[in-house]
């Protein structure tokens, strides 16, 4: 439910938005996003998929030879080695160029910039 919330305050505040859906893969998403003339990609993640699926945008992406700017949100978490619980990614994310946002108000600010 927190991508339709995002998706509907997004659109409330003028942006035109595409909702890829739930459980998408990081080829489909760059797929759609180029699909439809996309740069900006807006990615909700949780159950501890942040870090790996960023990286994994982010070499893909390199691959293409393209350039997105990636906004990431929801439960910015990974289990990293070494450790038994998951670890809070979100500077992880920032270091890898990834616009990590925590919160909804921290993506619309981040985003009007």
Request: hydrophobic share 40%; aromatic share 4%; net charge negative.
């Amino acid at each position: 439910y927190g991508a339709l919330v995002v998706d509907g305050v997004l659109a409330g505040l003028g942006a035109q938005t595409v909702n890829g859906g739930v459980g998408v893969s990081t080829v489909e998403v760059l797929d759609l996003a180029d699909e439809e003339g996309i740069d900006i990609l807006c990615i909700s993640v949780h159950n501890g998929q942040a870090l790996d699926y960023g990286k994994q945008l982010l070499q893909l992406a390199k691959d293409r030879n393209k350039n997105y700017d990636i906004y990431m949100g929801g439960k910015l978490n990974a289990i990293l080695p070494g450790h038994s619980e998951p670890s809070d990614v979100t500077g992880m994310l920032k270091d890898l160029g990834i616009k990590a946002c925590p919160t909804l108000k921290e993506t619309v600010y981040s985003l009007a910039k």
